[in-house]
């Protein structure tokens, strides 16, 4: 390997880190890593100058939490998925705080704690939740997610004990921006330097949304591969799925380890290339009297 590449390397390992945890390969392409990486870059940049706008519309002196928030009100599975991770970061705090002897822990499930008291982003959904839809949890089903994790016990079913045990580090890799020196990495890669000064909260959410969009990324490009991998004419290969039926399943059937080759920048690109599609839009047959170029579409919200 050349240094040009081992600087490459080096550059993209948190990227590669977490698309491994997302499904992709152990060691996914450089070259892929780079387009994720100049994605989430565009992506977090559009989603901080939106954040900016609904901070100038409240009147607020800097980007919070209550900003991204609002951007993901759209979205019920995406708002919810994000509570939930903030859910569990409050939990994470409680328990660093009892284990220091500093407060006794009141709750032992981290998506039952009773975060009003604490947090603000909970008075302001509900300030802006005029029917009730939007903090009703009970018929939200996160697809995505489900997925996600089916993908993954696929993937894990033949590991061997290393193999799991860099599977879970790579499941563990985040935007860490606890560190001084990665967080002015992140500052300055999302260009965080505007007129606005933002909030703590608002780099939890950032950190969080970037880390969401490669997963996002990766489960766009598997259904791209599971398209090419489909059998043309035939009307029963639509039915069938990429994992055994959990109802019929035999394991002396499916012996043989799941192979899986790193996902390519080809597939990224068609995968970006379908969701940003004007095509696919409600307007997308007026698209071609258009002058304007459509702005990009976020992937997360």
Request: net charge positive; proline share 5%.
């Amino acid at each position: 390997m050349t240094s040009s590449n081992s600087k490459l390397v080096g550059e993209y390992a948190e990227i590669r880190q977490m698309m491994h945890g997302f499904g992709d390969h152990a060691e996914p392409l450089v070259e892929t890593a780079k387009l994720v990486d100049e994605v989430v870059n565009q992506q977090m940049r559009s989603m901080l100058r939106k954040a900016c706008e609904v901070a100038a519309t409240r009147e607020s002196s800097m980007v919070g939490m209550e900003d991204f928030l609002f951007l993901l009100r759209k979205d019920k599975v995406k708002l919810h998925r994000m509570l939930n991770y903030l859910k569990i970061k409050e939990f994470k705090a409680k328990m660093s705080s009892t284990l220091e002897g500093e407060s006794p822990l009141t709750s032992p499930n981290p998506l039952q704690l009773d975060l009003n008291h604490k947090a603000p982003y909970m008075k302001f959904l509900k300030s802006i939740d005029n029917t009730g839809q939007l903090l009703n949890a009970e018929n939200v089903v996160d697809y995505t997610k489900q997925k996600r994790i089916e993908r993954i016990d696929r993937m894990t079913q033949d590991m061997d004990r290393w193999k799991y045990l860099e599977f879970s580090k790579a499941r563990c890799a985040t935007f860490s921006l606890k560190k001084s020196n990665k967080f002015n990495k992140f500052n300055e890669w999302i260009a965080a330097s505007g007129d606005m000064p933002l909030h703590k909260s608002a780099y939890t959410a950032l950190s969080y949304l970037a880390y969401e969009t490669i997963g996002q990324i990766v489960d766009l490009a598997f259904l791209v591969r599971r398209d090419q991998n489909k059998i043309n004419g035939d009307p029963i290969d639509r039915l069938r799925t990429s994992y055994p039926n959990p109802y019929t399943y035999k394991p002396y059937q499916y012996h043989k380890a799941i192979s899986i080759k790193p996902l390519t920048p080809a597939e990224v690109q068609e995968a970006l290339r379908r969701y940003w599609s004007p095509q696919l839009e409600m307007t997308g047959p007026f698209q071609r009297w258009t002058y304007t170029k459509p702005e990009l579409k976020l992937l997360t919200c």
